[in-house]
Structures are given as structure tokens and as C-alpha cells.
């Protein structure tokens, strides 16, 4: 998406037992100076993200004085995990798996091109230039 020059240096995968709530930072500046947090759960259709989810990742932005927060999964977010989002004091990002799935596809991430399709159009100006 074009942070940090779309360089390797430019994010870092932390998501492991233990991470505290984090699972990845985005440099989003080349110096690292202004950084976005990440939480990711893959989570079956069935399965939303609630509230209580929510408020343990302002908790883990909290130590690590963080102001700016993305939250991603495969399924849906509860109306009261929105409503806690719109009320904290932190600048966060909810993506779910509808808009997961239009960003992979924009920004070519874990994708492919499975079949290219050229429509032709007759040129009028080609037979007058004849």
C-alpha cells in the first residue's frame, strides 16, 4: 500500500504467543519515526470480533504508546465492537474480511492473475486514414 517504499525494512511481523496484542508494525514513514499497529484474527464466518476483543487491543496500544491501530479479520466486527472503536482516544482502522479481500486484490497481495481478457474495439479513425 506503499508504505515505506514498499521495503521489507518497512513492516515486521511480531504476531507469536506472547506478542502482547500485536501481531505486526508498519513503519509508515522510511525513518520509522510514525508507526501503525497491527492485531489480525482469523476468525471463521460465524466468529466476530467483539467489544472485549477490541478493548485488549487499545490495551496493547496503550504499552506500547501507540496512537494508531489497524485490526483485521477474516469474518465481521460486533455493532459494539464499532461503537468502542468510535469512543477511544486512539485512531483505529477496522478492516473485515469483505475489505480484506478488495485490498488483497487492489495492492496483488497473495494473489494472481488467472486469465487476462482483451475486448477489441473497431477503430473508425484506421479506415479513414486509408
Known sequence: MGYSNNTDEGWEHTGKTGDDGI????????LGV????????RYADNHSVTAAD??????ALD???????????TSSFTNDAKN??????KNIVLIDGNQLTQLMIKYSVGC????????QKID??????M
Open 23 to 30: 501481531d505486526g508494525v508498519i513503519n509508515q514513514d522510511v
Open 34 to 41: 510514525d508507526k501503525i499497529y497491527i492485531q489480525a484474527k
Open 54 to 59: 477490541l478493548r485488549n487491543f487499545i490495551g
Open 63 to 73: 504499552m506500547c504508546r501507540a496512537v494508531k491501530g489497524v485490526f483485521v479479520t
Open 84 to 89: 468502542t472503536v468510535k469512543k477511544a482516544s
Open 112 to 119: 494472481k492473475v488467472k486469465e487476462t481478457i482483451y475486448i
Open 124 to 129: 473508425e479513425d484506421f479506415f479513414e486514414e
